[in-house]
């Protein structure tokens, strides 16, 4: 069973819509990622919340807006999002926001930007 | 930054034989060192971890052996299966990198009956 769930499972949106995604766990872990992945290639960090506030973003476009509405919930606001961004986007949860401790993935939401 | 390197790209395997994926890091203050396992269409599983303080770690037929002198960890997989083609990807982080994760490319392991 999967412990940090996500919805939706897949979404297929046009280069001018608003959409958000949306990741859940109920761990009790502090710290949540956003990760996108390419086919064939590793997961990418994207931002790190740890005790709902944002510590690492890696210059990633406005057009992706995270938000953590509590240390459960994690969301990720999509804006006029560009053909390249379709991808897997994966959130991930671990106990704390540190560099010694398992992070564990959801199943991800499918992206595709006509 | 640190950087991860993993080798081979591919690997088959015939069945019951042993795997071995190899990774070394730059980063001498890295401490901390997962391996993930991605089937197609899934997402990436934890199997194993390893930290700094510890050589090698067990888990039934998955072992991970690191050495901090070389800055290289390798996994090993014995008596394979079918089951255990997928992705796998190391990583490496720092104890104070807000849990940011260095990732290798993958390899490919197919394992043939």
């Known amino acids: 069973d999967t412990e940090v769930t996500q919805t939706p499972k897949h979404l297929v949106m046009g280069m001018t819509n608003k959409k958000s995604l949306k990741c859940e766990q109920h761990?009790?872990?502090?710290?949540m990622y956003w990760y996108k992945q390419k086919a064939k290639k590793p997961p990418e960090l994207m931002f790190v919340?740890?005790?709902?506030?944002?510590?690492i973003n890696e210059s990633v476009p406005s057009r992706f807006s995270p938000e953590c509405p509590n240390s459960s919930l994690l969301n990720l606001h999509l804006h006029a999002l560009q053909p390249e961004d379709s991808a897997l986007y994966l959130c991930?949860?671990?106990?704390?926001?540190?560099?010694?401790?398992?992070?564990?993935f959801g199943d991800g939401t499918r992206l595709s930007i006509l | 930054g640190e950087n991860v390197e993993q080798h081979p790209s591919t690997l088959s395997v015939q069945e019951g034989d042993s795997a071995v994926i190899k990774c070394t890091y730059s980063?001498?203050?890295?401490?901390?060192f997962p391996w993930y396992k991605q089937e197609l269409g899934k997402r990436p599983q934890l199997i194993i971890d390893?930290?700094?303080?510890?050589g090698e770690k067990k888990d039934q037929r998955i072992a991970v052996t690191l050495n901090k002198t070389a800055k290289h960890f390798s996994l090993h997989i014995t008596e394979t299966q079918p089951e255990d083609s997928a992705v796998y990807f190391c990583?490496?982080?720092?104890?104070?990198?807000?849990?940011?994760?260095?990732f290798g490319a993958g390899t490919q392991v197919v394992v043939t009956p």
């Open positions: 990583a490496a982080s720092l104890r104070d990198s807000w849990g940011k994760l260095q």
């Open positions: 761990m009790g872990h502090r710290a």
């Open positions: 991930a949860s671990s106990p704390q926001g540190m560099g010694n401790q398992p992070q564990h």
């Open positions: 919340y740890s005790y709902e506030k944002l510590s």
């Open positions: 980063d001498s203050a890295s401490n901390y």
């Open positions: 390893i930290r700094s303080n510890v």
